[in-house]
């Protein structure tokens, strides 16, 4: 017997996820790969931070629950405090959910819904905690398709599904009474992670607590924060109460809680980053809509999902060029798809310009 036979068996199919190394990469290359903003914080958002940052009592433990940041993001997006966890981005909130409803029942693990393509750490985690995921094929415009859905709710009775809308690497937002319809049909918890829902204009977060079951996701990391790793989950008060149980205390440290505080307590620099971003990825795609050869799928997020002619020779091509994008292509719906994340203008104009060239 040695360590491997206690492994859960699924760990040793699950991909290590490692972005794109950066360090060995040209200090100038164009970074349109990892969906962050293209926008840095500005001088007055710099000094705010370096005075939250002095105040930050570094041989303390944080406050445990993160209090002063809950309350200003429940300000912010219309909730109690109480009804908001946080975590260390929303990949640990996806942990804690899967750890809390993903014990099982009548002798089976429990079963984890949620739309394929999609964000592949819904089932990177599912797996890791020994969760059946259950993936549904979206229909061949990348949308839900509900009676699909529908019919593996009522075979399958997951105690948890996830919907990222607008979705993660398609662009598009689900339609909300489709998810609410499905929500409703569930037994168990039904999770919308509007980590985009910045730029799509809409949320379902006001119907949390009026649809049984429903959660949303949230995140600061697409509009300029990244580097704190935050995200937050909003749900009914007394959810939300049992999901603190999970968290690991001090999940969140004193330095993102500090200047996450600052940064939404001026929310008129968010507001207008994200202006900025969304107006970027429509000219962005536009942009691409003018090339040859190339399909350019609707979008509400921060991103662009093209389809091309050899998605594996256009990367490579951008890449020389010193513009990275993220490459896709898989067999299936996503073949020779990249996604390209809308940058500043001239970012945006060097990436059209060298996939001009690359196409030619």
Known sequence: MSWKDHLRPAVFDLSLYRPFDYASAPADLIRLDANEAA????????????????KVAFHRYPEVSARPLREALARRWGVRPEQLLLGNGSDEIISILVTAFGGGRDG??????????????????ALAHGAAPLPVPLDGRFQLDEPALGEAIRRE????????????????????????????????????????????????????GEVP?????????????????????????????????????????????????????????LDARIRRVAERRRELEAGLRELPRVTVFPTDANFVLVRVPDAKAVF?????????????????????????????????????????????
Do not use: H
């Open 157 to 208: 009775r997951p105690a948890l599904a996830f919907f990222a809308s607008p979705n993660n690497p398609t662009g598009n937002r689900f339609d909300a009474a489709s998810m609410e319809r499905l929500a409703r049909a569930m037994e168990g918890v039904c999770v919308v992670d509007e980590a985009y829902g910045d730029f799509g204009g809409a949320t379902q977060v006001p119907q949390v």
């Open 213 to 269: 079951g429903l959660f949303v996701m949230r995140t600061l990391s697409k509009i300029g924060l990244a580097a704190l790793r935050l995200g937050a989950l909003v749900g009914p008060a007394d959810a939300i109460a049992e999901l603190d149980k999970v968290r690991l205390p001090y999940n969140v440290n004193a330095v993102s809680i500090a200047l996450a505080c600052a940064a939404v307590a001026n929310p008129e620099k």
């Open 108 to 125: 089976r693990p429990a079963r984890v819904l949620f739309p394929t393509p999609t964000f592949g750490e819904y089932e990177a985690i």
């Open 316 to 360: 490579t091509g951008l890449l020389a060029r010193g513009v990275i994008v993220r490459n896709l292509s898989r067999p299936g719906p996503l073949q020779d798809c990249l996604r390209i994340t809308a940058g500043t203008p001239e970012e945006n104009e060097a990436c059209l310009r060298s996939l001009r060239a690359v196409l030619a």
């Open 39 to 54: 926008y840095p914080l500005d001088e007055e958002e710099t000094a705010a931070f370096q005075r939250e940052l002095a």
